[in-house]
């Protein structure tokens, strides 16, 4: 079954501790992204990558980090998590140019205390 | 200023009616257009997608793209109230999407 599937699906953390969010995708797409969902405020793009060892800025990019050493992974780090990082985030698994084959994770809900 | 607008609702309408749903975007760059339906607590899902000015229809679903109006639109017939949902618009250009803020849509029964 084509899918992305994230890890951890809920995680309460406290400000500063490190943490990994991972995503994969079994469907060998090129393009993979994260985004977080905050109300009022929609879906924003953190950090996206057209392939492997290819990352860009979205638009909120600051206090992350992504690395995409394998086509199917590409996890999201926050090195120093802070409260305003509290959100849901999604990860999303693309073809090469958008089509139907297009898939979001079931999304991270995060907070940060 | 966004440059992807939608209007956030919530917008109400009876069963069988037709849901009219708008985007309004600024940034020429945009290549591609996108409608997402996202149900509560899960991701979003793919709906449509369009590249070109015009209309595309997938069963109930319509998708419009009016290029020089950077208008982009998503029509629903014959609703559901299983189509009550937030629905969202999203913008493409070479991998960086912008998407509205959604319009939450009720059918009601």
């Known amino acids: 079954e084509a899918q992305v599937t994230q890890n951890p699906r809920y995680l309460i953390t406290v400000t500063g501790k490190k943490l990994t969010v991972t995503c994969s995708q079994n469907?060998?797409?090129?393009?993979m992204s994260w985004y977080r969902q905050d109300p009022g405020l929609g879906l924003r793009q953190i950090y996206y990558s057209m392939n492997v060892e290819v990352t860009d800025k979205g638009d909120v990019p600051e206090g992350y980090k992504v690395s995409r050493k394998e086509k199917r992974n590409f996890p999201l780090i926050l090195e120093s998590p802070s409260p305003n990082q509290t959100s849901l985030y999604f990860c999303a698994s693309f073809p090469r140019t958008p089509d139907n084959e297009q898939f979001f994770g079931p999304g991270t809900r995060l907070t940060v205390l | 200023q966004k440059e992807v607008e939608q209007d956030p609702g919530p917008l109400s309408v009876p069963e069988g009616a037709i849901v009219s749903l708008n985007c309004t975007y600024s940034n020429s760059a945009f290549q591609y257009f996108m409608w997402y339906r996202q149900y509560s607590r899960k991701g979003p899902e793919l709906l449509m997608y369009?590249?070109?000015?015009g209309n595309k229809e997938d069963g109930r679903f319509t998708a419009q793209v009016d290029k020089s109006s950077k208008y982009i639109s998503l029509f629903i017939r014959d609703s559901q109230p299983s189509d009550s949902a937030t629905y969202l618009c999203a913008c493409d250009s070479w991998g960086k999407l912008q998407f509205g803020a959604g319009t939450q849509v009720v059918v009601t029964p």
């Open positions: 369009t590249y070109s000015s």
């Open positions: 469907m060998n797409h090129e393009y």
